[in-house]
Protein backbone atom coordinates (compact mmCIF):
# COMPACT_ATOMS: atom_id res chain seq x y z
CA UNK A 1 0.00 0.00 0.00
CA UNK A 2 1.22 3.28 -1.09
CA UNK A 3 0.68 6.26 1.45
CA UNK A 4 2.07 8.15 4.32
CA UNK A 5 2.12 7.12 7.92
CA UNK A 6 1.53 9.28 11.18
CA UNK A 7 2.32 7.37 14.95
CA UNK A 8 1.09 7.55 16.96
CA UNK A 9 -2.31 8.26 16.57
CA UNK A 10 -2.41 10.50 19.96
CA UNK A 11 -0.15 11.47 22.12
CA UNK A 12 -0.24 12.66 25.90
CA UNK A 13 3.03 14.71 27.02
CA UNK A 14 3.75 16.73 30.48
CA UNK A 15 4.38 20.35 29.64
CA UNK A 16 8.07 20.55 29.74
CA UNK A 17 8.83 17.51 27.70
CA UNK A 18 9.96 17.71 24.14
CA UNK A 19 8.07 14.95 21.67
CA UNK A 20 8.81 13.41 18.01
CA UNK A 21 5.97 12.76 16.04
CA UNK A 22 6.76 10.53 12.94
CA UNK A 23 5.68 10.46 9.33
CA UNK A 24 7.08 8.31 6.76
CA UNK A 25 6.06 8.17 3.00
CA UNK A 26 6.30 5.67 0.67
CA UNK A 27 5.33 7.63 -2.49
CA UNK A 28 8.72 8.60 -3.20
CA UNK A 29 7.98 12.18 -3.01
CA UNK A 30 10.40 14.49 -2.94
CA UNK A 31 8.64 17.30 -0.99
CA UNK A 32 7.65 16.66 2.91
CA UNK A 33 5.31 18.81 4.69
CA UNK A 34 4.56 19.33 8.62
CA UNK A 35 0.82 21.40 9.51
CA UNK A 36 -0.79 22.31 12.65
CA UNK A 37 -4.27 22.12 12.73
CA UNK A 38 -6.37 23.84 16.07
CA UNK A 39 -10.24 23.45 16.42
CA UNK A 40 -12.16 24.94 13.74
CA UNK A 41 -8.85 26.10 11.97
CA UNK A 42 -7.52 25.73 8.88
CA UNK A 43 -3.56 24.08 8.35
CA UNK A 44 -0.76 26.45 9.49
CA UNK A 45 2.85 25.31 7.55
CA UNK A 46 5.49 24.44 10.35
CA UNK A 47 7.97 22.83 8.05
CA UNK A 48 8.58 21.97 4.82
CA UNK A 49 11.55 20.04 3.06
CA UNK A 50 12.16 20.08 -0.77
CA UNK A 51 15.02 17.94 -0.33
CA UNK A 52 17.01 15.73 1.88
CA UNK A 53 19.39 17.45 4.56
CA UNK A 54 17.40 20.84 3.56
CA UNK A 55 14.43 21.86 5.37
CA UNK A 56 12.82 25.17 5.41
CA UNK A 57 10.66 27.06 8.08
CA UNK A 58 6.82 27.92 7.24
CA UNK A 59 4.50 30.34 9.02
CA UNK A 60 4.88 28.97 12.31
CA UNK A 61 7.75 27.50 13.13
CA UNK A 62 8.99 28.76 16.84
CA UNK A 63 9.12 25.73 19.07
CA UNK A 64 9.43 23.20 16.70
CA UNK A 65 12.41 21.35 14.65
CA UNK A 66 12.56 18.80 12.44
CA UNK A 67 15.01 16.94 10.26
CA UNK A 68 15.14 15.17 6.93
CA UNK A 69 18.24 12.09 6.70
CA UNK A 70 16.30 10.04 4.50
CA UNK A 71 13.36 10.72 1.65
CA UNK A 72 10.91 8.54 3.10
CA UNK A 73 10.99 10.11 6.81
CA UNK A 74 10.13 13.92 8.13
CA UNK A 75 10.14 13.23 11.85
CA UNK A 76 8.77 16.82 13.97
CA UNK A 77 9.93 17.56 17.02
CA UNK A 78 7.86 19.76 19.11
CA UNK A 79 10.11 21.51 22.23
CA UNK A 80 9.25 23.07 25.62
CA UNK A 81 9.43 26.04 23.84
CA UNK A 82 6.35 25.57 21.51
CA UNK A 83 3.84 27.71 24.10
CA UNK A 84 0.53 26.35 23.08
CA UNK A 85 1.89 22.89 21.58
CA UNK A 86 -1.67 20.88 21.85
CA UNK A 87 -2.98 20.60 18.16
CA UNK A 88 -3.38 18.14 15.50
CA UNK A 89 -0.52 17.66 13.76
CA UNK A 90 -0.37 16.68 9.73
CA UNK A 91 2.23 15.47 7.29
CA UNK A 92 1.94 15.64 3.81
CA UNK A 93 3.77 14.90 0.71
CA UNK A 94 4.16 16.14 -2.90
CA UNK A 95 5.89 15.57 -6.26
CA UNK A 96 8.33 18.85 -6.93
CA UNK A 97 6.70 19.30 -10.27
CA UNK A 98 3.27 19.59 -12.05
CA UNK A 99 0.66 21.03 -9.61
CA UNK A 100 2.23 19.94 -6.18
CA UNK A 101 -1.42 18.03 -5.41
CA UNK A 102 -0.58 16.93 -1.36
CA UNK A 103 -1.26 13.86 -0.04
CA UNK A 104 -1.69 13.70 3.73
CA UNK A 105 -1.52 11.16 6.53
CA UNK A 106 -4.07 10.55 9.10
CA UNK A 107 -2.66 12.91 11.57
CA UNK A 108 -1.19 12.60 15.65
CA UNK A 109 -3.64 14.49 17.63
CA UNK A 110 -0.69 15.68 20.70
CA UNK A 111 -2.33 16.78 24.27
CA UNK A 112 0.25 18.52 26.62
CA UNK A 113 -1.04 19.00 29.84
CA UNK B 1 1.54 34.64 3.87
CA UNK B 2 -1.58 35.13 2.36
CA UNK B 3 -5.13 32.64 3.73
CA UNK B 4 -8.12 32.01 2.08
CA UNK B 5 -11.21 33.26 3.46
CA UNK B 6 -13.82 30.71 3.17
CA UNK B 7 -17.62 31.03 3.60
CA UNK B 8 -20.16 29.83 4.94
CA UNK B 9 -18.36 28.60 8.05
CA UNK B 10 -20.38 25.91 8.47
CA UNK B 11 -23.50 24.33 5.83
CA UNK B 12 -26.30 22.23 6.87
CA UNK B 13 -28.43 20.74 4.06
CA UNK B 14 -30.88 17.88 3.43
CA UNK B 15 -29.38 14.51 1.16
CA UNK B 16 -30.39 15.33 -2.21
CA UNK B 17 -29.76 18.78 -2.36
CA UNK B 18 -26.69 20.82 -3.68
CA UNK B 19 -24.05 22.62 -1.45
CA UNK B 20 -22.01 25.69 -2.65
CA UNK B 21 -18.79 26.74 -0.91
CA UNK B 22 -16.83 30.05 -1.57
CA UNK B 23 -13.28 30.61 -1.02
CA UNK B 24 -11.25 33.92 -1.72
CA UNK B 25 -8.05 34.90 -1.50
CA UNK B 26 -5.52 38.25 -1.98
CA UNK B 27 -2.50 37.79 -4.34
CA UNK B 28 -1.69 35.71 -7.55
CA UNK B 29 -1.77 32.21 -7.88
CA UNK B 30 -0.57 29.06 -9.53
CA UNK B 31 -3.94 27.09 -9.01
CA UNK B 32 -6.19 26.53 -6.39
CA UNK B 33 -7.18 23.17 -4.77
CA UNK B 34 -9.97 21.86 -2.97
CA UNK B 35 -9.40 19.38 -0.25
CA UNK B 36 -11.99 17.21 2.18
CA UNK B 37 -11.31 16.17 5.90
CA UNK B 38 -13.77 13.81 7.64
CA UNK B 39 -13.15 14.46 11.28
CA UNK B 40 -10.44 13.86 13.05
CA UNK B 41 -8.88 12.22 9.45
CA UNK B 42 -6.42 13.43 7.24
CA UNK B 43 -7.01 15.70 4.42
CA UNK B 44 -8.16 14.12 1.01
CA UNK B 45 -7.49 15.86 -2.21
CA UNK B 46 -10.65 16.90 -4.46
CA UNK B 47 -9.62 18.78 -7.45
CA UNK B 48 -7.67 21.05 -8.78
CA UNK B 49 -8.09 24.24 -11.12
CA UNK B 50 -5.36 26.43 -12.53
CA UNK B 51 -5.15 30.01 -12.70
CA UNK B 52 -6.02 29.99 -16.67
CA UNK B 53 -9.07 27.95 -16.00
CA UNK B 54 -12.60 29.22 -15.63
CA UNK B 55 -14.49 26.08 -14.43
CA UNK B 56 -13.56 22.30 -13.84
CA UNK B 57 -15.95 19.08 -13.40
CA UNK B 58 -14.97 15.53 -11.37
CA UNK B 59 -17.74 13.41 -10.77
CA UNK B 60 -20.68 15.57 -8.40
CA UNK B 61 -17.92 18.21 -8.10
CA UNK B 62 -17.65 21.34 -9.92
CA UNK B 63 -14.87 23.96 -9.15
CA UNK B 64 -14.93 27.67 -11.00
CA UNK B 65 -12.25 29.72 -10.52
CA UNK B 66 -12.31 33.99 -11.39
CA UNK B 67 -9.15 35.41 -10.84
CA UNK B 68 -10.39 38.98 -11.32
CA UNK B 69 -12.53 38.58 -8.28
CA UNK B 70 -10.03 36.22 -6.66
CA UNK B 71 -12.26 34.00 -6.04
CA UNK B 72 -13.31 29.89 -6.46
CA UNK B 73 -16.41 28.01 -5.90
CA UNK B 74 -16.79 24.32 -5.28
CA UNK B 75 -20.30 22.89 -5.90
CA UNK B 76 -21.09 19.50 -4.39
CA UNK B 77 -24.08 18.63 -6.72
CA UNK B 78 -26.91 15.84 -5.35
CA UNK B 79 -25.28 15.83 -1.74
CA UNK B 80 -25.22 12.59 0.35
CA UNK B 81 -25.02 12.03 4.10
CA UNK B 82 -21.65 10.46 3.52
CA UNK B 83 -20.18 14.19 2.07
CA UNK B 84 -20.40 15.43 5.54
CA UNK B 85 -17.30 16.35 6.12
CA UNK B 86 -14.99 19.79 6.25
CA UNK B 87 -14.10 21.42 3.09
CA UNK B 88 -10.81 23.42 2.62
CA UNK B 89 -9.77 25.49 0.02
CA UNK B 90 -5.72 25.74 -0.67
CA UNK B 91 -3.98 28.13 -3.06
CA UNK B 92 -0.46 27.36 -4.41
CA UNK B 93 1.17 30.95 -4.84
CA UNK B 94 2.74 32.13 -8.03
CA UNK B 95 5.96 33.64 -6.66
CA UNK B 96 7.98 30.83 -7.43
CA UNK B 97 11.24 30.21 -5.56
CA UNK B 98 11.55 28.57 -2.88
CA UNK B 99 8.10 29.28 -2.51
CA UNK B 100 6.79 26.23 -4.86
CA UNK B 101 4.72 23.31 -3.55
CA UNK B 102 3.64 25.71 -0.84
CA UNK B 103 -0.16 25.73 -0.29
CA UNK B 104 -1.57 28.66 2.29
CA UNK B 105 -5.35 26.83 3.70
CA UNK B 106 -8.07 28.60 4.23
CA UNK B 107 -10.35 28.22 7.81
CA UNK B 108 -12.93 25.59 6.48
CA UNK B 109 -16.25 25.10 5.61
CA UNK B 110 -18.08 22.27 7.43
CA UNK B 111 -20.74 20.65 5.91
CA UNK B 112 -23.37 18.71 7.42
CA UNK B 113 -25.60 16.33 5.03
CA UNK B 114 -28.90 15.32 6.65
CA UNK B 115 -30.11 11.93 5.95
Known amino acids: DGGITQSPKYLFRKEGQNVTLSCEQNLNHDAMYWYRQDPGQGLRLIYYSQIVNDFQKGDIAEGYSVSREKKESFPLTVTSAQKNPTAFYLC????????????FGPGTRLTVT | SQQGEEDPQALSIQEGENATMNCSYK?????LQWYRQNSGRGLVHLILIRSNEREKHSGRLRVTLDTSKKSSSLLITASRAADTASYFC???????????????FGQGTILTVHP
Open chain 2, 27 to 31: TSINN
Open chain 1, 92 to 103: ASSVLAGDYEQY
Open chain 2, 90 to 104: AMTPSAGGTSYGKLT
